[in-house]
């Protein structure tokens, strides 16, 4: 069996579920020490599935939150403690804006059932602010006006 061959064995697919990743091919592909990832794990950072054997099974959402931390830690320079805060405030603004998302939704659905062409127009539109007369200024201290 070539290279190649294994790590197509290693990972996982199935037509209805997600890729699955061993955790040989995971720090293969991002040049770490499999000890990096359990590491990760232990710290909070990384939250991989598990088989039935309990072999740690990485998906694409957990290899692309490793491309983030490694992102963190290796070209901005910050330590764990600090990816895990960037992490937590990354999750808590996804929440942040499903909230503001709902919110604006019920916002629509109770105030403008039944005027969405209004609902849409108000949304794409500027807003609007009222003209006010022209008030002349008296002369300034230098004595101009």
Sequence with gaps: MTKRQSTRSRSRATSSGPAYYHISSVARKFNIHPQTLRLYEREGLLRPSRS???T???TEEDIRQLAVILNLIRDLGVNLAG????????ERMRQMEAQVAEFLEFIRTEFFAGKEDEFEIRRRS????SASPLVKS??????RS
Excluded: C, I, S
């Design 83 to 90: 990816v895990e805060v960037v992490l937590n405030m990354r």
């Design 56 to 58: 740690r099974l990485y």
């Design 52 to 54: 039935e054997g309990n």
């Design 138 to 143: 008296g002369p300034d201290r230098t004595g």
């Design 126 to 129: 500027l807003v609007k602010v």
